[in-house]
Nanobody, 129 residues
Framework: QVQLVESGGGSVHAGGSLRLSCVAS????????FGWFRQAPGKEREGVAS????????YYSDSVKGRFTISQDNAKNTLYLQMNSLKPEDTAMYYC??????????????????????RGQGTQVTVSS
């Protein structure tokens, strides 16, 4: 079992920045995948970024590429999402996700039904114009 706890959400004006954090606990090994996804009211879930626990390439959705950066501090078991140049359309609940199979790296660590992986409780990000 892996537990994920997000923090760092808040309200900012367009053009501002926020850094989300996700502390992971439990048994985590090198093949794990960590990611972020978001969901706004009335909209479908959207993958944002992902990275492998053992390091390596990160992966971003087109909507955030060049503005968001995913990173990790393995010593602190913490995943980050640095969000710059925020836009009102970035407003959503942001969730941290983890999956034991790195094959889902390209799917923002979101597995199929029955093998969804783990996710946190979410942190709200609101961007006003």
């Amino acid at each position: 079992q892996v537990q994920l706890v997000e923090s760092g959400g808040g309200s900012v004006h367009a053009g501002g920045s926020l850094r989300l954090s996700c502390v992971a606990s439990g048994y985590i090994y090198g093949s794990y995948c960590f990611g972020w996804f978001r969901q706004a009211p009335g909209k479908e879930r959207e993958g944002v970024a992902s990275i492998l626990a053992g390091g390596g390439s990160s992966y971003y959705s087109d909507s955030v590429k060049g503005r968001f950066t995913i990173s990790q501090d393995n010593a602190k078991n913490t995943l980050y999402l640095q969000m710059n140049s925020l836009k009102p359309e970035d407003t959503a609940m942001y969730y941290c996700a983890a999956h034991w199979d790195a094959v889902f790296w390209g799917r923002f660590c979101l597995g199929p039904p029955g093998s969804e992986g783990y996710r946190g409780q979410g942190t709200q990000v609101t961007v006003s114009s």
